[in-house]
């Protein structure tokens, strides 16, 4: 019988210079990275997503989410406030209505990224 073994456990006691200083050279500051995690949160809750993915297809208002949803105009807008202070949505007013849509195609292609890895796993 194979002996087990953690392959997450390093037990080598080089370190392999070249590679840490080429990663460390190529490593953005860590403001940056904070300021990614915060854009991360966004979509680490299922109802903005949903909106999110609405959006994709479609600009739409907060009655129309709200129904699509099932969610009440309220909360609809408190996800969309935060959205778009991530700079994940954008609004044009049309009257008295104001319709949202994604601020830009990389809010697409993060969605849809995320559903492909989804459906691979599957």
Excluded at 26 to 55: C, W
């Amino acid at each position: 019988m194979a002996p087990e073994f953690d392959l997450d456990l390093c037990d080598c006691e080089v370190i392999h210079e070249d590679v840490v200083n080429k990663v460390r050279g190529a490593l953005l500051p860590g403001e940056d990275y904070s300021d990614l995690a915060q854009l991360m949160k966004n979509f680490a809750d299922g109802t903005r997503v949903r909106i999110l993915h609405a959006l994709e297809m479609h600009e739409m208002c907060v009655c129309d989410l709200a129904a699509l949803l099932g969610l009440t105009k309220s909360a609809v807008s408190h996800q969309l406030k935060n959205l778009r202070l991530a700079r994940l949505v954008k609004n044009r007013r049309e009257g008295q209505v104001v319709y949202y849509s994604l601020a830009d195609d990389h809010v697409k292609l993060i969605i849809d990224m995320g559903l492909e890895h989804l459906q691979e796993e599957k």
